[in-house]
């Protein structure tokens, strides 16, 4: 069945246009709200937002999509993704909302819905809920004396904090530390910046003023350009850079130089292999992720299993294997002993462990491995199908050819934006060039 609302994280689009109206997050409040009353007992719902304009206009319209099918909504306020599934599993509640659109501009938003146990929904339940959308709304209404309440949690943050300092090894302080911590003017612009002070690092902050049209502009994990001038002006020890929603994490080290998601999973991986905490054998990434991660891995006698792009299919195959260390070279990584999300400050706490167990500088403790040349080009789209036209076929083809063993080629349709993502990477970073420059060109052509 075709899928008209979710792709591969959430609902997402333009604000204050479809999908991402207020009607359609009304609709998606009551549709989802029934199809997680389950048994006898009072429902409640857990809603976080990141800092967007029109996060106050979709929370709004989900409270009352959800009160009016009778469930109680316990509203967050501004917090990271990965708060609202670990709040939604502490509370105790039925479901989980997060309205952000993670990375994007402030003009786009999402809502991401998270289960009872903190986990993002399977295709099997969105398409449940999608029926219900499209559906007559008045079925779904309940008896006035059964309509919900709404409460805001006023101890939210501080929840959030103490878990995150808590995922810390025991008696570990980050004292004598010098962090800058860029939160994107986003949801972890509270949260981030206190746990890192509390552990007894000092923190310079930036990307913590949002006026709602800031988020992830020209900061944070997307854009680390300031942060990498601040460490090197202030002579930091690291620095730390989160997207809109705080659930990945890019970090840079004292020189200034910026640290991918593929080097942070080495640090955590060996770590945690080392104190022998890392299950299943290895990790779980995504195809993009660089061969030289696959191969320091294996050098360590650790695997590491690929799938497609999303956190929420690296999470899967967690669960399915029993992988407790997972991630993306965006720098979502999911700590499965913590939480069931990507989340960027847990992340950036765990490098940190190593750094101050080892005494070492941060850019010593990241440098795990050598990258192979990758090189990685978007092709933006207006309609269609490029990647069923002949000439894209045959220049992937023919790009295979040439890598041969000595490299990978990965071509993919965005999930969120009309985007082909073409990457390659191998040996020979001249041939890595040539092969994504000819499909790139012809992806424009049959885009044209």
């Known amino acids: 069945m075709s899928r008209r609302y979710f792709g591969t994280d959430g609902i997402r689009g333009l604000a204050n246009r479809h999908p991402m109206t207020s009607e359609i997050a009304l609709k998606v409040g009551m549709a989802a709200g029934t199809v997680f009353q389950k048994g006898a007992h009072r429902h409640r719902v857990v809603i976080g937002k990141d800092t967007r304009l029109s996060g106050y206009m979709l929370e709004a319209a989900l409270m ?23 709040l939604t599993r502490s509370l105790r509640a039925d479901l989980g909302v997060m309205i952000s659109a993670s990375h994007n501009r402030f003009d786009d938003n999402g809502i991401k819905l998270f289960d009872p146990d903190g986990y993002k929904l399977s295709d099997e339940t969105e398409l449940e809920i999608e029926a219900l959308i499209d559906g007559p709304s008045s079925k779904m209404l309940v008896a006035p004396d059964r309509i919900g309440r709404a409460t805001r949690v006023e101890s ?91 659930d990945r994490v890019v970090i840079v080290d004292e020189k200034g130089q910026i640290v991918d998601g593929d080097q942070l999973m080495a640090v955590i991986a060996e770590s945690w292999n080392s104190r022998g905490t890392l299950r299943a054998g290895g990790i779980v990434a995504t195809v993009m992720s660089n061969l030289g991660l696959e191969r320091y891995l294996e050098g360590l006698g650790l695997t590491m299993a690929r799938t497609g792009v999303g956190d929420r299919y690296v999470v899967e195959h967690m669960r399915k294997h029993g992988f407790n260390v997972g991630g993306e070279q965006s720098g979502h990584i ?115």
């Not at 009352?64 to 708060?83: E, H, K, N, R, Y």
């Not at 995150?164 to 972890?188: E, F, H, S, Y």
């Open 64 to 86: 009352s999509g959800f009160t009016s099918v009778g469930m109680d909504v316990f509203l967050l306020g501004p917090m990271p993704t990965p708060a609202v599934a670990m």
């Open 156 to 246: 939210a943050q501080e929840r959030y904090i103490e878990f995150a300092k808590r995922t810390l090894p025991k008696d570990l302080r980050l004292d004598g530390l010098r962090i800058v911590i860029d939160c994107a003017n986003g949801a972890g612009y509270k949260v981030a910046p206190e746990a890192l002070w509390e552990l007894g690092a000092e923190v310079i902050k930036i990307g913590v003023e949002p006026n709602g049209r800031n988020i992830n502009d020209k900061c944070g994990s997307t854009a680390p350009g300031i942060l990498c001038d601040k460490v090197r002006e202030l002579r930091a020890d690291i620095g730390i850079a989160l997207d809109g929603d705080a």
């Open 334 to 448: 999911v700590l499965s002993d913590y939480i069931t999300t990507g989340d960027g400050l847990v992340a950036a706490l765990q490098v940190l462990a190593v750094v101050v167990t080892t005494g070492k500088p941060v850019s010593q403790v990241t440098s795990r491995f050598t990258p192979l040349p990758q090189l990685l080009q978007n092709v933006r789209y207006a309609k269609g199908k490029p990647l069923e036209d002949s000439r894209v076929v045959k220049a992937i083809d023919a790009g295979k050819k040439k890598l041969g063993n000595n490299g990978r080629l990965v071509i993919r349709p965005s999930g969120t934006e009309p985007v082909i993502r073409v990457m390659a990477e191998g040996d020979d970073e001249a041939l890595v060039s040539i092969v994504v420059g000819d499909i790139v060109e012809a992806v424009r052509l049959a885009a044209a």
